[in-house]
């Protein structure tokens, strides 16, 4: 009985994957042409003005030992993140994005040798603002509050999806524009799809973030740090293969 159970389970599980891989074979689709075809590859992308900022601050401390200086560490980060919830930011754009704890060691010249000097403990959190004019206040606020790091901004759209199809639509004009140049240069008066692939380009900042330390910020020479949120970008790259269709005629192209 053991035996006959054992062999029904196995034709089982063999007859479920003969399904799953005719399934598969059903699915796979093959596209065949009977004229030359075209392949091309579009990238498209539409600048807009970013809604959202993300500002990243850290604090770092050292002690003796491992204990307090995370302790340490801990206590004046919480600070931070207090303040930046009583600026009216919402827990879910607050996210820690890393802790750290490790040993500092100074070189002894004279001897050759490294020599303990602390523990070093940092923590890190991103801010994400959705009102970004308030950029330059958060940064001061953060410096106050005791963060010793400032990373960013990084400014980008909150939901990108208009602008995606926007980039996409002017990709696919683009694309078949050119495909049929291409088929009325080969004699041929039109073209039709075979296949479309795309991959998207996340929206972003023009150039790269700008990265601060609180002592730079306390050094300035402004009340709040002046913060310019440009434009941002999102872009698709979309691949289009086309077949050329229609009554072949002498090609222009040179024989």
Excluded at 27 to 40: G, M, R
Excluded at 90 to 109: H, K, S, V
């Amino acid at each position: 009985m053991l035996r006959n159970a054992l062999l029904a389970t196995g034709f089982a599980a063999s007859l479920a994957l003969a399904t799953s891989a005719s399934s598969l074979a059903a699915a796979t689709v093959e596209i065949t042409a009977n004229n030359p075809v075209i392949e091309l590859s579009v990238f498209e992308q539409i600048e807009v003005a970013p809604d959202i900022v993300t500002i990243g601050a850290g604090v770092t401390t050292e002690a003796s030992t491992a204990v307090e200086a995370l302790r340490k560490n801990s206590a004046e980060m919480r600070r931070v993140v207090d303040l930046v919830k009583a600026l009216g930011v919402e827990p879910r754009d607050i996210q820690t994005t890393g802790i750290n704890l490790n040993a500092q060691y100074d070189y002894d010249r004279s001897n050759q040798r490294q020599v303990f000097r602390a523990y070093q403990a940092s923590n890190r959190i991103s801010v994400r603002l959705r009102e970004i004019d308030r950029a330059g206040e958060v940064l001061d606020a953060l410096v106050s509050a005791g963060a010793t790091n400032i990373f960013g901004p990084n400014f980008s759209l909150d939901d990108d999806t208009a602008a995606k199809g926007e980039a996409r639509a002017r990709a696919m004009t683009n694309a078949r524009t050119r495909a049929e140049a291409y088929a009325r240069l080969a004699g041929y008066s039109g073209v039709r799809i075979l296949q479309i692939s795309e991959s998207i380009r996340n929206s972003g900042p023009r150039e790269e973030a700008i990265v601060q330390t609180a002592s730079r910020m306390a050094d300035a020479a402004a009340p709040t740090a002046p913060i310019e949120p440009g434009m941002v970008s999102a872009g698709v790259s979309v691949s289009v293969t086309f077949e050329m269709t229609g009554q072949s005629s002498t090609s222009s192209l040179g024989e």
